[in-house]
């Protein structure tokens, strides 16, 4: 006879639930109708009242950890290192699911991406400047602002996508995993 895997409660056939795990090697799960319920009621409890705006003060805040990481494995390295950008994407969603208190769901996945999307953009910027600073820098030009007016920003990134398109694919990586990194779980139980 099998036993609930939560609380030990012999389980009679029928009264039982089998519950598949996120990750396909581990065992599943036995659960009681009681503690089944506990769990679903759970998971539901992730994606209800979410603090929206600590989700965006600590996603801008891993922005800015994120933008500085990138900048500095770029201007160190001289090369364009795409498992950076995947990275700021999974740091995004993560403190974006924190700072909703632990929250998760499709406002908060919403909110990753577009936090995310304004992470690359704006180090991809700030990359592009460094390099272009350097050149014109040895030709003489020291004048140069630090922010342009955000169209023509916009353009410097679109310049530099279009000359390593390669980019965008770590982009769309990146923008994924800030999309499913706070994700609503699923409970996913079967009657045994």
């Given at each position: 006879?099998?036993?609930?895997?939560?609380?030990?409660?012999?389980?009679?056939?029928?009264?039982?639930?089998?519950?598949?795990?996120?990750?396909?090697?581990?065992?599943?799960?036995?659960?009681c109708a009681g503690c089944a319920e506990k769990a679903e009621a759970a998971f539901e409890e992730e994606s209800r009242a979410?603090?929206?705006?600590?989700?965006?003060?600590?996603?801008?805040?891993?922005?800015?950890?994120?933008?500085?990481?990138?900048?500095?494995?770029?201007?160190?390295?001289?090369?364009?290192?795409?498992?950076?950008?995947?990275?700021?994407?999974?740091?995004?969603?993560?403190?974006?699911?924190?700072?909703?208190?632990?929250?998760?769901?499709?406002?908060?996945?919403?909110?990753?991406?577009?936090?995310t999307l304004v992470a690359l953009l704006f180090s991809e910027y700030l990359i592009v400047r460094h390099f272009v600073v350097?050149?014109?820098?040895?030709?003489?030009?020291?004048?140069?602002?630090?922010?342009?007016?955000?169209?023509?920003?916009?353009?410097?990134?679109?310049?530099?996508?279009?000359?390593?398109?390669?980019?965008?694919?770590?982009?769309?990586?990146?923008?994924?995993?800030?999309?499913?990194?706070?994700?609503?779980?699923?409970?996913?139980?079967?009657?045994?």
């Amino acid at each position: 006879m099998a036993t609930c895997s939560n609380c030990g409660t012999e389980l009679r056939p029928g009264q039982d639930f089998l519950v598949s795990p996120a990750d396909k090697k581990a065992p599943a799960v036995h659960l009681c109708a009681g503690c089944a319920e506990k769990a679903e009621a759970a998971f539901e409890e992730e994606s209800r009242a979410p603090r929206i705006p600590q989700a965006l003060l600590l996603g801008l805040l891993a922005t800015v950890v994120g933008c500085v990481l990138w900048y500095a494995v770029v201007v160190i390295t001289n090369f364009e290192v795409g498992i950076v950008a995947i990275a700021i994407g999974w740091l995004v969603g993560t403190a974006v699911m924190f700072g909703a208190g632990r929250k998760r769901g499709l406002i908060l996945q919403i909110v990753a991406v577009l936090i995310t999307l304004v992470a690359l953009l704006f180090s991809e910027y700030l990359i592009v400047r460094h390099f272009v600073v350097k050149n014109l820098a040895e030709e003489g030009y020291t004048r140069i602002p630090l922010f342009l007016p955000p169209l023509n920003m916009l353009r410097v990134v679109a310049l530099a996508i279009k000359a390593r398109p390669i980019s965008l694919l770590f982009w769309a990586i990146a923008l994924w995993q800030a999309f499913v990194t706070p994700t609503k779980r699923a409970f996913r139980k079967v009657p045994v």
